[in-house]
Nanobody, 127 residues
Framework: VQLVESGGGLVQPGGSLRLSCAAS????????MGWFRQAPGKEREFVAA????????YYAGSVKGRFTVSRDNAKNTVYLQMNTLQPEDTADYYC?????????????????????WGQGTQVTVSE
């Protein structure tokens, strides 16, 4: 599967952005999907994940209550709505597909559990 993120940009603190991740290639709807981010000089960290049917989601503590992950399987797209953005949210954001063999809820926050990654989209939160 090929994943392409979009929607990043520059936003002021307190602002919002919605990231999109469009998938093509192999069937999209049967896999859970995740969002990760990586700031300069830091390791890639888990942000959010959503089950194959959109019925369940996990969030990192730092974004819970501010970010919402969703998906539209008919459009082969997963979204990350980011509200109340703060400078510490500045990073490159990546979407990824969870390995089919990993049950939902197990190792969902671990980057190594994902087998396909997009190229990333940059989010900068600054005055």
């Amino acid at each position: 599967v090929q994943l392409v993120e979009s929607g990043g940009g520059l936003v002021q603190p307190g602002g919002s952005l919605r990231l999109s991740c469009a998938a093509s290639g192999r069937i999209f709807s049967i896999n859970a999907m995740g969002w990760f981010r990586q700031a300069p000089g830091k390791e890639r960290e888990f942000v959010a994940a959503i089950s194959w049917d959109g019925g369940s989601a996990y969030y990192a503590g730092s974004v819970k209550g501010r970010f919402t992950v969703s998906r539209d399987n008919a459009k082969n797209t997963v979204y990350l709505q980011m509200n109340t953005l703060q400078p510490e949210d500045t990073a490159d954001y990546y979407c990824a597909r969870l390995y089919s063999g990993i049950p939902w809820g197990q190792r969902t926050t671990v980057p190594g559990s994902y087998d396909s990654w997009g190229q990333g989209t940059q989010v900068t939160v600054s005055e």
